[in-house]
C-alpha cells in the first residue's frame, strides 16, 4: 500500500481546515488523530529513534496516527534535504538534528517556521533555546568522561587533555568535530567558542595521539576496554554509560562547556505539515520530555516537566554550570565550520 497516496487522498477529502496548523489542530486529539495517519520522522536511529518511539509515538499513536521512521546519518539526511528542495514531495515531515546542523538547514531555505500557533507547546520553551524554524526537544552540555581509575583527583579543565601522562589515551568522536574544536577554544581561554581558535587547540592536541572513533558507542566501547581513559562527551551520555557499568566518571569544566540541543523541524516540503508539527507537539509534551530524562540523561527544554527532584539534580546543571555554557554565534559556526572540515579530515586524523 503506498501509504504517502493514501495520506494526500485522505487530507484532501476530508477537510481543507485540516491542513491549517494554525487552527490548532496539534492542540486537539480528535482532529490530530483524523488528520495524521502517517507521520514520517528523519533520525539517525539507534537509541534517540528507539526513544523517540517509546515516548513520542506511543503519544501519537494514543490519537491514532502512525509514525515511520526514515532513517539515516545526519549528512546523509542534510544532503537529501538540500537535494530535495525545490521538490514539492519531500520525503520527510519533521526532521530531526544537532542545533548547529539545523541552522544550516534553515539558512538554505529548508524549514517551515514553528511557530506558537503551530506547536502550542513551544509556550512552555525556555527562552534562551528557541529559534523561529525549529523546537528545541532536549539538551545536554560537554563534561569531561574519565576513568577515575586513572585520574585519582578528577580532571577539571578539558586542557587535561594535554597532559603527556594520558598520550595515546584520548578518545574523541569523528561526528563531534566541531564541538571538540568549541570546547577546545573555551579551554584555551577563547570564551566564545570560536572554531578557529579551537582548531590551534586540536593541533596541540595532536602531539599527544588522540585516537578518533566513528560515533558515541565505539568511544564508549574504547572507554569500557580501557583503550583510551579520557573524553569529552554529552553529559547525557556519561549518565547512560555510568547506568551501562562503563568504568566511567564525569565533571563539568571549570571553564565552560558547549550546548548540546537537538532540534525538531518540519521541512517546508512536507507533505503533511500539520501531522509534522503535530508530532513537534507532541516532541514537547511533558510525559515525552520526563521520558527522555528518565531513560537518556537529557534535561528538558520546557518548564512544566515536573522532574522529581533527584531526576532534575542527575540530568540538569546548577546555575553556576547555566551560566557558563556556551551561547554558539551559529552564524559563526557556519562560516568557519567547512574550513575546520578540512583540517579534521585532511590534518588532524591523518596519522592517528
Known amino acids: 500500500m503506498n501509504t504517502r497516496h493514501s495520506r494526500r ?28 495517519p502517517d507521520v514520517i ?34 549528512i546523509t539526511r542534510m544532503t537529501k534535504m538540500r537535494a530535495e528542495k525545490n521538490s514539492r514531495h519531500g520525503s520527510m515531515d519533521v526532521t530531526c538534528m544537532a542545533d548547529v546542523d539545523m541552522y544550516d538547514m534553515n539558512a538554505a531555505g529548508l524549514l517551515a517556521p514553528a511557530t506558537d500557533a503551530a506547536v502550542p507547546n513551544l509556550v512552555n520553551t525556555f527562552e534562551q533555546f528557541r529559534k ?36 595515546g589515551r584520548i578518545g574523541l568522536t569523528d561526528i563531534l568535530f566541531h564541538y571538540n574544536a568549541m570546547m577546545g577554544a573555551l579551554a584555551s581561554g577563547d570564551k566564545t567558542g570560536s572554531l578557529d581558535s579551537g582548531m590551534k587547540f586540536l593541533r596541540e592536541l595532536k602531539k599527544n595521539q588522540p585516537k578518533v572513533y566513528p560515533s558515541n558507542e565505539t568511544t564508549a566501547a574504547a572507554l ?65 520530555q520526563r521520558g527522555f530524562a528518565e531513560t537518556m540523561g537529557y534535561a528538558p527544554t520546557v518548564r512544566n516537566a515536573a522532574l522529581p527532584p533527584a531526576l532534575q539534580q542527575q540530568v540538569g546543571f546548577t546555575d553556576a554550570e547555566l551560566a557558563k555554557l556556551l551561547k554558539i554565534d551559529y552564524a559563526k559556526v557556519a562560516a568557519q565550520k567547512p574550513g575546520l572540515l578540512d583540517y579534521w579530515n585532511q590534518d588532524f586524523k591523518v596519522g592517528l
Request: aromatic share 10%; net charge positive; glycine share 8%.
Open 132 to 167: 523561529p524554524y525549529a523546537i528545541p526537544h532536549i539538551f545536554s552540555a560537554m563534561v569531561i568522561i574519565y576513568n577515575p581509575e586513572k585520574f585519582p583527583t578528577p580532571p577539571d579543565s578539558f586542557n587535561a587533555v594535554l597532559d603527556p601522562r594520558v598520550k
Open 9 to 36: 487522498t485522505f487530507l484532501k477529502t476530508a477537510s481543507g481546515l485540516m491542513l491549517a496548523p494554525s487552527l490548532g489542530l496539534a492542540t486537539r486529539p480528535s482532529l490530530a488523530a483524523a488528520a495524521c
Open 224 to 288: 569500557k576496554s580501557g583503550e583510551v581513559w579520557i573524553t569529552c562527551m554529552w553529559k547525557a551520555r556519561a549518565i547512560q554509560w555510568k547506568k551501562a557499568g562503563l568504568p566511567v566518571a564525569f565533571s563539568f569544566p571549570r571553564e565552560g562547556a558547549v550546548t548540546a540541543i537537538f532540534d525538531a523541524a518540519v521541512p517546508k516540503n512536507s507533505q503533511a505539515a500539520a501531522c509534522g508539527f503535530n508530532y513537534l507537539n507532541a516532541m514537547l509534551d511533558p510525559r515525552a
Open 41 to 74: 520522522v528523519g533520525t539517525s536511529g539507534g537509541d534517540y529513534e528507539n526513544q523517540l518511539e517509546a515516548n513520542v509515538g506511543r503519544l501519537i499513536k494514543a490519537q491514532g496516527g502512525n509514525v515511520t521512521y526514515a532513517t539515516a546519518d545526519q
